[in-house]
């Protein structure tokens, strides 16, 4: 990730969810619904949120964080068996043809919008980076059920928090820092809900 940093704009591709299944804070709950293994977020992390309009050109559907790597079936133990699994967007394909999967896509990308509020299109990049040592079912157990699009073309991110190792604070691209992981209920909760209305505004 080398330089990034809270406020940067950035051009990301691949797996993509929503702010609704990002809590920073909450580490443990976000890496259980992201489909990553405990403790892949200890080392902190920046949240992304989509900074422009999507076309159908611009991703496939990977089903939800259930499917991890956007395929069926529970995650193998190694990666060629793991790259073996069915996608969800070919079995869409297949059942629709081009036609209809983009048909979908259009339908999805004027149902809502998903540049602003708790829908809106985001990222997680860890600080800790994929382990070529561990297997598939290890690093990425099924998730908890969040939207999950596969963008194939890079796309317009703002780094919108960073996250310190431990979930402590995050530094948000406004330059305040919120104390998301503080030991009082009431402060990590106000600390929480500020950065949330932050992160779908911004």
């Not at 259930?66 to 079995?91: E, K």
């Amino acid at each position: 990730m080398g330089s990034l940093k809270a406020g940067d704009l950035a051009s990301f591709k691949g797996n993509v969810t929503t702010l609704m299944s990002i809590t920073p804070g909450a580490e443990a709950h976000v890496e259980e619904m992201l489909g990553y293994h405990p403790g892949r977020l200890a080392g902190g992390y920046f949240v992304l949120v989509l900074k422009q309009a999507l076309t159908p050109q611009d991703f496939e559907f990977d089903g939800t964080t259930l499917r991890s790597g956007g395929r069926d079936g529970l995650p193998a133990a190694t990666d060629a068996l793991d790259a073996a699994r069915p996608r969800v967007h070919d079995a869409i394909l297949a059942e629709r043809g081009q036609a209809g999967y983009e048909a979908l896509q259009s339908q999805v990308l004027n149902r809502s919008d998903w540049t602003s509020g708790r829908r809106r299109i985001a990222k997680v990049l860890p600080v800790i980076r994929h382990d070529a040592n561990l297997p598939p079912n290890v690093q990425y157990p099924m998730g908890g059920g969040g939207l999950q699009w596969k963008l194939v073309r890079d796309c317009t991110f703002l780094v919108v928090a960073e996250v310190s190792a431990g979930g402590a604070t995050a530094l948000a691209a406004d330059g305040n820092t919120y104390a998301v992981g503080h030991p009082e209920y009431k402060v990590w909760m106000e600390a929480r809900s500020q950065l949330r209305r932050y992160m779908e505004r911004a």
